[in-house]
């Protein structure tokens, strides 16, 4: 069984910060789930445009408000609490969270990263070898 507290984490390396969001990484590759967990916040006013190419990912809106832009459809659909997506086909997406303040967002990713992931030029992250 693994048990972990987010507020522990967060002074740990499990915590990741990037230019708009910063990461808590609460399972990793290295836990052997098949999936990485993590509680992700995106900074007021941030605008991430991501693509991620080599992994799949779901998001549950826990706090705060934005929205999510498919790039493929140009569709913008609003984020708020209780709101999930799925970027199911590997979409280029453009995040965007109010100015308010912050989104909160608990994250799945499938590979699952290793924890120290950040976002490479194209807005994805890297495949890891096996």
Same mark, same amino acid.
């Given at each position: 069984?693994?048990? =972990?507290? /987010? ?6 390396? =499990? ?6 969001? %910063?990461?808590? =990484? /609460? /399972? ?10 993590? *509680?992700?916040? *995106? ?9 991620? @190419? ?6 549950? &809106? ?8 498919? &790039? ?5 659909? @609003? ?7 799925? /970027?199911?086909?590997? %979409?280029?997406?453009?995040? =965007? ?6 989104? *909160? ?10 924890? @120290? ?11 890891? %070898?096996?």
């Amino acid at each position: 069984m693994i048990v =972990r507290d /987010l507020n522990e984490a967060k002074n740990t390396e =499990r915590h990741v910060h990037s230019e708009g969001w %910063d990461s808590v =990484r /609460l /399972l990793l590759k290295s836990d052997e789930m098949g999936f990485s967990f993590h *509680i992700t916040t *995106i900074h007021a006013g941030a605008e991430l445009h991501m693509h991620y @190419k080599n992994h799949l990912e779901c998001v549950y &809106c826990v706090d705060g408000t934005g929205s999510i832009e498919d &790039c493929a459809t140009g569709e913008i659909h @609003k984020i708020k609490p209780g709101v999930m997506y799925a /970027l199911d086909k590997h %979409d280029k997406h453009i995040l =965007r969270a109010d100015a308010e303040k912050p989104m *909160i967002m608990a994250c799945t990713f499938n590979p699952p990263v290793s924890g @120290k992931e950040v976002h490479q030029a194209d807005g994805s992250y890297a495949l890891e %070898d096996a």
